[in-house]
Protein backbone atom coordinates (compact mmCIF):
# COMPACT_ATOMS: atom_id res chain seq x y z
CA UNK A 1 0.00 0.00 0.00
CA UNK A 2 1.35 3.55 -0.64
CA UNK A 3 0.93 6.76 1.02
CA UNK A 4 0.23 10.07 -0.43
CA UNK A 5 0.22 13.50 1.71
CA UNK A 6 -1.02 16.45 -0.69
CA UNK A 7 0.45 19.42 0.89
CA UNK A 8 0.13 22.20 -1.99
CA UNK A 9 -2.16 25.47 -1.88
CA UNK A 10 -1.40 29.11 -1.43
CA UNK A 11 -2.47 28.68 2.53
CA UNK A 12 -4.60 31.80 2.47
CA UNK A 13 -6.17 31.30 5.95
CA UNK A 14 -2.79 31.59 7.70
CA UNK A 15 -1.95 34.45 6.25
CA UNK A 16 0.57 36.26 7.09
CA UNK A 17 2.45 33.07 8.33
CA UNK A 18 2.12 31.94 4.73
CA UNK A 19 3.40 34.41 2.47
CA UNK A 20 7.09 33.71 3.27
CA UNK A 21 6.29 29.94 3.35
CA UNK A 22 4.09 26.68 2.20
CA UNK A 23 1.94 26.10 5.35
CA UNK A 24 2.74 22.32 5.23
CA UNK A 25 6.39 23.46 6.67
CA UNK A 26 5.12 25.59 9.38
CA UNK A 27 5.61 24.50 13.22
CA UNK A 28 3.53 22.54 14.82
CA UNK A 29 4.68 22.90 18.53
CA UNK A 30 8.26 20.82 18.03
CA UNK A 31 8.17 20.11 14.80
CA UNK A 32 7.34 21.04 10.94
CA UNK A 33 3.29 20.11 10.25
CA UNK A 34 4.17 18.13 7.28
CA UNK A 35 6.11 15.33 9.98
CA UNK A 36 2.72 14.55 11.29
CA UNK A 37 1.14 13.02 8.55
CA UNK A 38 4.41 11.49 7.25
CA UNK A 39 4.32 9.43 10.93
CA UNK A 40 0.79 8.86 10.62
CA UNK A 41 1.47 6.99 7.85
CA UNK A 42 4.68 5.48 8.70
CA UNK A 43 2.81 4.23 11.87
CA UNK A 44 0.02 2.73 9.72
CA UNK A 45 3.18 0.43 8.30
CA UNK A 46 2.92 2.38 4.95
CA UNK A 47 6.65 2.65 3.97
CA UNK A 48 6.07 4.03 0.35
CA UNK A 49 5.31 7.71 0.37
CA UNK A 50 4.74 10.95 -2.29
CA UNK A 51 4.38 14.05 -1.53
CA UNK A 52 3.09 16.55 -4.13
CA UNK A 53 2.85 19.92 -3.46
CA UNK A 54 3.48 22.95 -5.29
CA UNK A 55 3.94 27.11 -5.13
CA UNK A 56 7.57 28.86 -4.85
CA UNK A 57 8.00 26.74 -1.75
CA UNK A 58 7.88 23.63 -3.37
CA UNK A 59 11.84 22.10 -3.16
CA UNK A 60 11.91 23.10 0.57
CA UNK A 61 10.10 19.59 1.32
CA UNK A 62 12.77 18.05 -0.98
CA UNK A 63 15.67 20.16 1.53
CA UNK A 64 13.55 18.86 5.08
CA UNK A 65 12.31 15.06 4.58
CA UNK A 66 15.25 14.49 2.29
CA UNK A 67 14.92 10.40 1.21
CA UNK A 68 12.72 9.68 3.77
CA UNK A 69 15.24 7.58 5.66
CA UNK A 70 15.03 8.97 9.16
CA UNK A 71 11.15 8.40 9.26
CA UNK A 72 11.49 4.92 8.50
CA UNK A 73 10.16 5.33 5.26
CA UNK A 74 11.80 3.08 2.24
CA UNK A 75 11.33 5.76 -0.27
CA UNK A 76 9.79 9.01 -0.67
CA UNK A 77 8.98 10.80 -4.07
CA UNK A 78 7.59 14.36 -4.72
CA UNK A 79 5.37 15.80 -7.21
CA UNK A 80 4.17 19.10 -8.68
CA UNK A 81 0.99 20.36 -8.84
CA UNK A 82 0.60 23.42 -11.05
CA UNK A 83 -1.83 26.11 -10.01
CA UNK A 84 -5.47 25.58 -7.42
CA UNK A 85 -6.83 22.52 -9.17
CA UNK A 86 -8.06 21.40 -5.65
CA UNK A 87 -7.69 17.78 -3.94
CA UNK A 88 -8.70 15.95 -6.11
CA UNK A 89 -6.84 17.43 -8.86
CA UNK A 90 -3.65 16.92 -6.97
CA UNK A 91 -4.55 12.90 -5.82
CA UNK A 92 -4.34 12.50 -9.85
CA UNK A 93 -0.59 13.29 -9.77
CA UNK A 94 0.12 10.20 -7.67
CA UNK A 95 -0.80 7.45 -10.21
CA UNK A 96 2.19 6.72 -11.46
CA UNK A 97 3.50 6.26 -8.12
CA UNK A 98 0.58 4.38 -6.87
CA UNK A 99 0.39 1.94 -10.23
CA UNK A 100 -2.22 -1.01 -9.18
CA UNK A 101 -1.08 -0.22 -5.34
CA UNK A 102 -3.85 0.71 -3.27
CA UNK A 103 -3.38 4.45 -1.54
CA UNK A 104 -3.86 6.08 2.09
CA UNK A 105 -4.38 9.61 0.95
CA UNK A 106 -3.87 11.95 4.19
CA UNK A 107 -3.94 16.06 3.80
CA UNK A 108 -0.86 17.54 4.90
CA UNK A 109 -2.52 19.93 7.72
CA UNK A 110 -4.23 16.97 9.70
CA UNK A 111 -2.92 15.86 12.54
CA UNK A 112 -3.92 13.15 14.81
CA UNK A 113 -3.56 12.17 18.60
CA UNK A 114 -3.70 8.34 17.34
CA UNK A 115 -3.38 5.70 14.64
CA UNK A 116 -5.03 4.76 12.03
CA UNK A 117 -3.25 1.50 11.45
CA UNK A 118 -6.46 -0.31 12.25
CA UNK A 119 -8.54 1.03 9.63
CA UNK A 120 -5.83 0.62 7.33
CA UNK A 121 -5.52 -3.07 7.78
CA UNK A 122 -9.20 -3.10 7.33
CA UNK A 123 -9.20 -1.63 4.23
CA UNK A 124 -6.86 -3.98 2.92
CA UNK A 125 -8.94 -6.94 3.66
CA UNK A 126 -12.19 -4.74 1.93
CA UNK A 127 -13.05 -5.94 -1.46
CA UNK A 128 -12.45 -2.42 -3.06
CA UNK A 129 -13.81 1.14 -3.14
CA UNK A 130 -12.63 3.85 -0.43
CA UNK A 131 -12.78 4.06 3.69
CA UNK A 132 -12.61 7.37 5.08
CA UNK A 133 -12.69 8.61 8.75
CA UNK A 134 -14.87 10.73 10.76
CA UNK A 135 -14.39 12.33 13.29
CA UNK A 136 -17.62 13.41 16.01
CA UNK A 137 -17.18 18.00 15.78
CA UNK A 138 -19.11 20.55 17.08
CA UNK A 139 -19.79 22.20 13.82
CA UNK A 140 -19.74 19.86 11.14
CA UNK A 141 -21.20 22.58 9.04
CA UNK A 142 -17.57 23.39 8.03
CA UNK A 143 -16.98 20.23 6.86
CA UNK A 144 -17.92 17.47 4.59
CA UNK A 145 -20.74 16.23 6.49
CA UNK A 146 -21.94 12.31 6.10
CA UNK A 147 -25.59 11.20 5.96
CA UNK A 148 -25.32 8.00 7.58
CA UNK A 149 -28.53 5.46 7.68
CA UNK A 150 -28.51 2.14 9.04
CA UNK A 151 -24.82 2.00 9.43
CA UNK A 152 -23.61 3.18 5.74
CA UNK A 153 -22.96 6.54 4.54
CA UNK A 154 -25.63 7.43 1.97
CA UNK A 155 -24.37 10.34 0.96
CA UNK A 156 -21.81 13.54 1.60
CA UNK A 157 -22.55 17.11 1.80
CA UNK A 158 -20.05 19.67 1.58
CA UNK A 159 -20.69 22.52 4.31
CA UNK A 160 -23.91 21.92 4.52
CA UNK A 161 -26.30 24.58 6.49
CA UNK A 162 -28.05 21.77 8.05
CA UNK A 163 -25.64 18.82 9.21
CA UNK A 164 -27.20 14.95 9.01
CA UNK A 165 -24.75 13.67 11.49
CA UNK A 166 -22.79 15.51 13.98
CA UNK A 167 -19.41 14.09 11.95
CA UNK A 168 -16.92 16.18 9.50
CA UNK A 169 -14.71 14.12 7.15
CA UNK A 170 -11.02 14.19 7.79
CA UNK A 171 -8.41 14.53 5.40
CA UNK A 172 -7.87 10.91 5.52
CA UNK A 173 -8.78 9.05 2.73
CA UNK A 174 -8.26 5.36 1.83
CA UNK A 175 -8.60 4.10 -2.01
CA UNK A 176 -8.13 1.27 -4.41
CA UNK A 177 -6.71 2.08 -7.81
CA UNK A 178 -10.28 2.82 -9.29
CA UNK A 179 -9.66 6.14 -7.92
CA UNK A 180 -7.73 7.65 -11.02
CA UNK A 181 -10.09 6.92 -12.89
CA UNK A 182 -12.98 8.55 -10.86
CA UNK A 183 -10.66 11.61 -11.22
CA UNK A 184 -10.36 11.97 -14.66
CA UNK A 185 -14.03 11.82 -15.34
CA UNK A 186 -14.75 14.78 -12.61
CA UNK A 187 -16.00 17.92 -13.54
CA UNK A 188 -14.62 21.10 -11.85
CA UNK A 189 -17.04 22.60 -9.24
CA UNK A 190 -18.38 26.14 -9.03
CA UNK A 191 -14.98 27.11 -7.41
CA UNK A 192 -13.15 25.44 -10.78
CA UNK A 193 -11.93 22.89 -8.55
CA UNK A 194 -11.72 19.19 -8.73
CA UNK A 195 -13.49 18.26 -5.62
CA UNK A 196 -12.48 15.25 -2.97
CA UNK A 197 -16.66 15.11 -2.23
CA UNK A 198 -17.58 14.12 -5.70
CA UNK A 199 -15.00 11.42 -5.72
CA UNK A 200 -16.03 10.36 -2.02
CA UNK A 201 -19.92 10.60 -3.25
CA UNK A 202 -18.94 8.29 -6.20
CA UNK A 203 -17.90 5.33 -4.40
CA UNK A 204 -21.06 6.14 -2.14
CA UNK A 205 -23.32 5.57 -4.77
CA UNK A 206 -21.87 2.13 -5.84
CA UNK A 207 -21.87 0.89 -2.18
CA UNK A 208 -18.52 1.35 -2.13
CA UNK A 209 -17.79 3.55 0.19
CA UNK A 210 -16.61 1.99 4.29
CA UNK A 211 -16.06 4.32 7.43
CA UNK A 212 -14.17 4.37 10.98
CA UNK A 213 -14.57 6.73 13.74
CA UNK A 214 -11.31 8.44 14.77
CA UNK A 215 -9.92 7.05 17.79
CA UNK A 216 -8.54 10.04 20.13
CA UNK A 217 -8.16 13.71 18.86
CA UNK A 218 -8.37 15.09 15.29
CA UNK A 219 -7.69 18.64 14.19
CA UNK A 220 -7.08 20.52 10.87
CA UNK A 221 -4.22 23.02 11.54
CA UNK A 222 -4.42 24.79 8.56
CA UNK A 223 -8.19 25.46 8.59
CA UNK A 224 -7.79 28.58 10.43
CA UNK A 225 -5.16 30.92 12.87
CA UNK A 226 -7.76 29.63 15.47
CA UNK A 227 -7.15 26.07 14.55
CA UNK A 228 -3.61 26.39 14.01
CA UNK A 229 -3.34 27.32 17.55
CA UNK A 230 -6.19 25.18 18.96
CA UNK A 231 -3.84 21.95 17.43
CA UNK A 232 -0.37 23.69 18.48
CA UNK A 233 -2.12 23.34 22.06
CA UNK A 234 -3.35 19.77 21.83
CA UNK A 235 -0.21 18.35 20.22
CA UNK A 236 1.52 20.28 23.45
CA UNK A 237 -0.73 18.53 25.26
CA UNK A 238 -2.00 15.11 25.02
CA UNK A 239 0.63 14.37 22.05
CA UNK A 240 0.12 12.98 18.20
CA UNK A 241 0.60 10.10 16.58
CA UNK A 242 0.16 7.75 19.68
CA UNK A 243 -0.05 3.67 18.63
CA UNK A 244 -1.47 2.92 22.12
Known amino acids: MKGVILAGGLGTRLH ?10 LPV ?43 GLRAVEYAYQEGEGGIADALRLAERFVGRDRLAVVLGDNIVGGTIRASVEAFQTQRRGARILLKAVDDPQHYGCPDIRKGKITAIQEKPKKPRSPYAVTGI ?13 LRPSAR ?18 AYDVLDGWWGDAGESIEAYLRVQRMVAEYGANKVA
Open 192 to 209: GELEITDVNNHYVRKGWM
Open 29 to 71: YDKPMIYYPLQTLVNAGIRDVMIVTGGQYAGEFLRLVRDGREF
Open 16 to 25: PLTRITNKHL
Open 173 to 185: YLYDSSVFSVVRH
